[in-house]
């Protein structure tokens, strides 16, 4: 019989480090076959404040690092190769409220997680802005023919999402991705693959 492996994943979509993250997870995860692996999408939102129509590019990157945005987006870019990821930062225009993502992907249910690599593919690779309805429209339509939720299942969403943020406070969570093992141990951080199954074979042990 397979030991189970659950693992909530608090990230947001607008978030390099989560992507990388999650890259580095599922290469880790490569090596542990042997498991039954749920992987649960948990929202967080890396700029709360930002307005619901989201705000210029380069203007979000001079607010939040200043003249050290090139600096810090290399060494970004250099992590990305690594874990196979290329990103496309000149080709972004725009950094979007990321909350109507998160609806679609708690919506999607246990679909979320998957679905999640389509919208990072669009943000970070393509530049689209994946707030845009009818660019989530086109991505769900992508994606097994999956259908835009309905208002009730956005209504349960947003619910959904405001217990995610509480969950995160009481966690102390100040920063993505961060990973919750067997509701046991977590780990913060875009960490390599040899620190996740470190605290995997932890968390499956105990």
């Known amino acids: 019989m397979k030991r189970t492996l659950k693992i909530e994943i608090f990230a947001d979509i607008v978030c390099p480090w989560c992507y990388i993250g999650k890259k580095r997870l599922e290469k880790a995860l490569m090596s542990r076959c042997e498991l039954d692996v749920e992987l649960k999408w948990r929202a967080f939102l890396l700029n709360p404040s930002i307005p619901k129509a989201g705000i210029d590019r380069k203007q979000y990157l001079l607010a939040k690092f200043g003249h050290a945005a090139s600096s810090v987006y ?3 870019e250099q992590a990305g190769q690594q874990s196979g990821i290329n990103f496309n930062f000149e080709g972004i225009t725009k950094t979007p409220d990321s909350r109507s993502i998160h609806e679609i992907l708690i919506a999607s249910g246990i679909n979320g997680y998957k679905l999640s690599e389509l919208f990072f593919k669009a943000y ?6 994946i707030s845009n309805s009818d660019i989530q429209k086109e991505i769900l339509d992508s994606f097994n023919s999956s259908p835009y939720p309905n208002q009730e299942k956005i209504i349960t969403a947003k619910k959904t ?4 943020l509480m969950q995160a406070n009481r966690l102390g969570i100040d920063g993505v991705p961060f990973f919750v093992f067997n509701s046991q141990m977590s780990l913060a951080g875009a960490h390599p693959e040899h620190i996740l199954l470190t605290t995997i074979d932890a968390a499956i042990s105990g």
């Open 161 to 164: 999402l405001d217990f995610d």
């Open 124 to 129: 970070f690779l393509d530049g689209k802005d």
């Open 74 to 76: 290399s060494r970004i």
